[in-house]
C-alpha cells in the first residue's frame, strides 16, 4: 500500500514546478522534494485522525523520516553546485540575499522543525494525562514532572533554531510569532520546574516559579491579541494560569503545615492569661473557650473609671469692671405718676 502511494505521488509530483511560503515563490525541481510536498498534507490530515498516540508518535517519526530525507536532497544539490546561489542573486536581487535553493532548504528545515514541535507538544499532552492519573500497575514506571521539562527543554531548543533559517531574519512577523510560542512553552516548562520542587517540598521555590509563569502568561496573551493569523496550535495559557492560582494556594497551605515548629508555634499562641477577647483584639490568640458557652468576650461587670468632675465657674471680671452711672434712672423710678404730674405743673416736694 505504501509503495503504490509513493508511486501515485511521483506521477502527480511530474506536474509540481514551485510552492509558495510567506510570500515567496519557490521552484521545486527536485524530485524526491516534490514527492514529501505533496504527501505533506496527506500525513498531517493522517496524524490529525489518529486517535492513539502511539500510532500518532510513528506517524510523526515517519513524516520526520520523509523531511529529513527532502532535506538531504536538497543539500547534496547545494553541494554539487555551489555556484548556483551566486547565480541566483544577481538574476533575481528583488527576492532576499539567499538563493532559492537555500529558501526552499530553509522551508524544508520549518517543517522538520515545526514537526518535531508538534510530536514533542503530542507527546507532553500525553504524560500530562499519565500523570493527573495515578496508575495501578505496580510494575509501571511512575510518571514525574521531570519527565516533561525534558520534552519542553526540547521544543524551545527547536524553536531557537527557528529565527536562525536562512531569509526569515528580516521577517518580523515570523520573529514575533516564533517569540510568542517560546513564552508559551517557557510557561509550560517553569510551572513543571515548579511542580519538581513541590515534589521535593521546596516550597519557596515553587511559589517563585509559579509566579514566573504568571508573568509569562500574561505576556503571552498580550502578545497574542496583536495577531491576527491562525496560532490555534498553541496550548491555552488561561487554564495553565488558572491553574498556577489554584496550586499557589495549596502550596502555601503545605508550607505551612510543613513546619518544623508548627506545634511549638501553635503553643505559643495558647491563652495563657485571664485577659478578655476584647483587650487582645489586635493579638491573634488561640482561645477555646471562645466557643463554649462561657466565653471570655468581656470584662463583667466594667470597672470603675476616673472621670472629671463637673466643672466650677469663678466671675473674676467682676472686681475689675466699671459700671455706668444710673443714679438719674433710679430716682425716675422711684417718683412714680405722682412726682411726674407735680414735676409738671412745678411743684417740688
Same mark, same amino acid.
Given at each position: 500500500m505504501k509503495t503504490l502511494l509513493t508511486q501515485t505521488r511521483a506521477k502527480h509530483a511530474a506536474t509540481m514546478s514551485e510552492v509558495k511560503w510567506r510570500g515567496r515563490v519557490i521552484p521545486v525541481k527536485i524530485d524526491k522534494v516534490r514527492i514529501f510536498l505533496l504527501g505533506l498534507a496527506d500525513n498531517e490530515a493522517a496524524i490529525a485522525q489518529t486517535t492513539t498516540d502511539e500510532a500518532k508518535e510513528r506517524l510523526y517519526e515517519s513524516l520526520l523520516s520523509e523531511c529529513r530525507d527532502a532535506i538531504q536532497a536538497v543539500r547534496e544539490e547545494l553541494r554539487v553546485d555551489p555556484a548556483q546561489k551566486q547565480r541566483e542573486r544577481? =538574476?533575481?536581487?528583488? =527576492? %532576499? *540575499?539567499?538563493?532559492?535553493?537555500? /529558501?526552499?532548504?530553509? /522551508? =524544508?528545515? /520549518? #517543517? +522538520?522543525?515545526?514537526? @518535531?514541535? &508538534? $510530536?514533542?507538544? @503530542?507527546? @507532553?499532552? @500525553?504524560?500530562? +494525562?499519565?500523570l493527573s492519573e495515578p496508575t495501578q500497575d505496580e510494575g509501571k514506571r511512575v510518571l514525574r514532572p521531570q519527565d516533561l521539562i525534558r520534552l519542553y527543554d526540547i521544543i524551545l531548543q527547536n524553536l531557537s533554531e527557528l529565527p536562525q533559517l536562512s531569509g526569515l531574519e528580516d521577517d518580523k512577523n515570523f520573529q514575533a510569532?516564533?517569540?510568542l510560542k517560546t513564552l508559551v512553552y517557557k510557561a509550560y516548562r517553569c510551572f513543571f520546574i515548579a511542580q519538581s520542587y513541590v515534589l521535593v517540598k521546596k516550597w519557596s521555590e515553587a511559589l517563585v516559579l509559579y509566579e514566573r509563569v504568571l508573568k509569562y502568561t500574561s505576556e503571552a496573551q498580550t502578545r497574542t491579541t496583536k495577531f491576527t493569523n491562525n496560532l490555534q496550535d498553541l496550548p491555552d495559557v488561561k487554564e495553565l494560569a488558572a491553574r498556577v492560582n489554584a496550586e499557589k494556594y495549596s502550596v502555601q497551605a503545605a508550607a505551612i503545615l510543613d513546619t518544623e515548629d508548627v506545634s511549638e508555634m501553635v503553643s505559643q499562641l495558647q491563652v495563657k492569661d485571664s485577659k478578655p477577647l476584647w483587650d487582645c483584639l489586635d493579638v491573634f490568640r488561640i482561645d477555646p473557650s471562645l466557643v463554649t458557652k462561657h466565653a471570655n468576650l468581656v470584662q463583667f461587670p466594667p470597672e470603675f473609671q476616673p472621670i472629671p468632675c463637673k466643672p466650677l465657674f469663678f466671675d473674676l471680671a467682676l472686681n475689675h469692671a466699671a459700671f455706668p452711672d444710673l443714679e438719674d434712672k433710679v430716682e425716675? *423710678? !422711684? +417718683? %412714680? =405718676?405722682? %412726682? /411726674? #404730674? &407735680? %414735676?409738671?405743673? !412745678?411743684? $417740688?416736694g
Open positions: 544577481s =538574476l533575481e536581487p528583488d =527576492l %532576499g *540575499k539567499v538563493s532559492t535553493l537555500q /529558501y526552499l532548504h530553509s /522551508y =524544508l528545515t /520549518y #517543517i +522538520k522543525l515545526s514537526t @518535531a514541535i &508538534k $510530536r514533542n507538544v @503530542a507527546m @507532553a499532552e @500525553a504524560l500530562q +494525562k499519565q510569532e516564533v517569540e425716675q *423710678k !422711684g +417718683k %412714680g =405718676l405722682t %412726682g /411726674y #404730674i &407735680k %414735676g409738671f405743673f !412745678g411743684f $417740688r
